[in-house]
């Protein structure tokens, strides 16, 4: 099959993303909009783009069959999901694939398995890969479910089975507190999902997320890119990224990205794909599910490894074989990414919409932004408040670090709150420095009050500065002319 035409069933940073490597291909490129997103940059950057709905996401870009009903009056050869929206919707994948449209993304099978997480535990079982401890069914008798924290050990954790984004998860720290938790956990998964299973498992204490990118093509061929350290979170979603890992051992590394391969041949994986890990304080590390589709993170995979991997998202879509053997991959130097967010740092990390007065991005040599917005644009209520991602290189950690830091201070937004002072407030931290952090780290460190000190701190240096200067360029003009 030929791929000359891709629609994009996305929006912002990651439909530019996307389009900007078909380009390079010589594919042309489809984009569908909401009502809200008419003048979004994602729209002028694609060769057609077409109206499908009003701005709430499930009358526009959730609409899998109107979506289709565009592609093929388009004569359009494949469609990319990209991440959110119907990227892990499996019937939608199967949609694509009955009207002879290339999904670029896994098959059908492959979604359905691993978008149930105890689905995703009983496939991947025979392949000998660790798991956290805990029950391999859903459950919802609660004296059976006591029975099995009990046995499982406090503290543990009850989570949704078809959950995500941190939604229907409860820790329980001791028994008394279990049938209460294990209710409202209930409940908060019939509400989020419509699907009130939860299972239990044990709760990792102090646990690092570590994620192994693959790449697997119709012929057998399966690699891994190496991982991402994922530990930088708040509300259990992720916003800063880096690659590799300072806390790794290439023996380690070796292992995970081993398990990870095994993991893609447990469900026929195709395409590009994440195989998330908890590590604990001793370095052993746990399956905790499979993201069937391209990350928010993936630039930093594409750094060090020197791939593209939207490119070759498309040309396994095109039934190729991988021309990269894993012994080919090397970790070339470190990236960072930290998610620019409409959100305030100060109040919760509640988003933050508004006009953008100003937005201006940084550049230079090792600075990447993969942006989906520009001055003088609203920023819509209605969909993630991710603005941009931005990522930084440096033949070193440290280096990336102080690239990153100095890249933040050139990157000038007004008009709204965004988690740029939060990036300079990790990159800045001595445990992030030093690599001695988890999951926790926000818990543990971070506070709206721990991050006024250090924006008027530096405030003041940068002022203390600025006089000096000014002193300076004053005795300069003093000089008489002999």
Do not use: W
Not at 82 to 93: H, K, Q, R, T, W
Request: proline share 4%; with cysteine; aromatic share 8%.
């Amino acid at each position: 099959m030929e791929m000359k035409k891709i629609l994009v069933a996305n929006r912002g940073e990651i439909a530019i993303r996307v389009m900007r490597t078909a380009h390079k291909m010589g594919i042309k490129t489809v984009a569908v909009y909401s009502t809200v997103d008419r003048n979004a940059t994602h729209v002028k950057y694609a060769d057609e783009a077409v109206l499908i709905g009003e701005a709430p996401s499930n009358q526009s870009y959730l609409l899998g069959d109107k979506i289709i009903e565009v592609a093929k009056s388009l004569n359009v050869d494949g469609i990319h999901p990209g991440y959110g929206f119907l990227s892990e919707n499996a019937d939608f994948a199967e949609l694509c694939e009955k009207n002879n449209i290339a999904f670029i993304g896994p098959k059908s099978h492959a979604i359905r398995v691993m978008g149930s997480k105890l689905a995703a535990k009983d496939a991947v079982k025979a392949y000998n890969i660790p798991m956290v401890p805990g029950t391999d069914q859903a459950i919802t008798d609660i004296p059976e479910a006591k029975k099995i924290a009990k046995g499982i050990g406090f503290p543990i954790l009850i989570k949704a089975s078809a959950g995500g984004g941190g939604k229907g998860m409860r820790i329980v720290e001791n028994e008394n507190e279990f049938e209460s938790q294990m209710n409202r956990a209930i409940s908060e998964a019939v509400n989020a999902f419509g699907d009130g299973s939860v299972f239990i498992e044990k709760y990792v204490g102090s646990p690092r997320h570590i994620e192994i990118q693959i790449m697997a093509d119709t012929h057998g061929n399966v690699i891994h890119l190496f991982e991402r350290e994922c530990s930088i979170q708040r509300r259990h979603q992720k916003v800063v990224e880096e690659a590799p890992s300072v806390i790794l051992t290439p023996e380690l590394r070796e292992k995970m990205g081993q398990a990870a391969i095994k993991v893609a041949i447990a469900c026929d994986y195709v395409g590009a794909g994440t195989v998330e890990f908890l590590l604990d304080e001793n370095k052993n590390f746990y399956f905790l599910e499979m993201n069937t589709r391209l990350q928010v993170e993936h630039p930093v995979s594409e750094i060090i490894s020197g791939v593209d991997l939207v490119e070759l998202q498309i040309k396994v879509a095109l039934g190729e074989a991988l021309d990269i053997k894993q012994e080919d991959l090397k970790i070339n130097g470190h990236a960072l990414e930290l998610r620019v967010y409409a959100e305030d740092p100060l109040n919760n990390f509640l988003p933050s919409v508004g006009h953008l007065d100003v937005y201006k991005t940084p550049e230079g040599e090792g600075i990447r932004v993969d942006n989906g917005i520009e001055e003088g644009m609203d920023v819509p209520i209605y969909y993630d408040p991710m603005l941009a991602k931005l990522i930084t290189y440096g033949k070193t950690r440290e280096e990336a670090i102080a690239l990153m830091l100095k890249a933040i201070s050139n990157y000038h937004v007004k008009g709204i709150q965004t988690t740029l002072p939060f990036g300079t407030f990790v990159f800045e931290h001595e445990a992030f420095k030093s690599g001695d952090f988890d999951t926790h780290f926000v818990k543990n460190y971070y506070s709206p009050e721990a991050l006024k000190q250090e924006t008027e701190r530096e405030a003041k240096i940068a002022a203390l500065l600025a006089a000096k200067q000014y002193l300076e360029d004053q005795k300069l003009l003093r000089i008489p002319n002999n």
